[in-house]
């Protein structure tokens, strides 16, 4: 039986200090992502998040600022860990000019960790 990162689209890289994330409805600290890919990003965050769908956000790729970020919460557990994390899976949206130099970024950090071609 496959498990699910076997079905994924994109392969994930648990590399992502080059990425930051600033999601105020998430945190009030900067997040760096536990892994990526270039179909989403996963985070872990202290307190379960009390909403679903689209939220509003920055990021920063190899010091390079997307503003006017939208990402959408696609998924939510909670961690086995004390105290509880939160785990949130978020796919990135915003304007078609930002998204495809953030995938150029992204994909670039995954080359540098040897991945993708």
């Not at 379960?48 to 006017?68: T, Y």
Request: aromatic share 6%; proline share 5%.
């Amino acid at each position: 039986m496959d498990s699910a990162s076997d079905n994924r689209r994109h392969a994930r890289y648990d590399e992502a200090s080059s990425i930051l994330i600033d999601a105020p409805s998430l945190s009030d600290d900067l997040l760096a992502p536990e892994d990526f890919s270039l179909g989403g990003l996963k985070v872990v965050i202290p307190e379960e998040p009390d909403f679903a769908g689209i939220i509003e956000c920055a990021m920063s790729v190899f010091g390079e600022r997307f503003e006017k970020c939208k990402a959408k919460v696609v998924w939510v557990m909670q961690n086995k860990t004390a105290p509880v994390t939160w785990s949130v899976g978020l796919s990135v949206h915003g304007p078609q000019k930002e998204r495809s130099r953030f995938n150029e970024l992204v994909q670039e950090a995954i080359e540098r960790m040897g991945g993708g071609g």
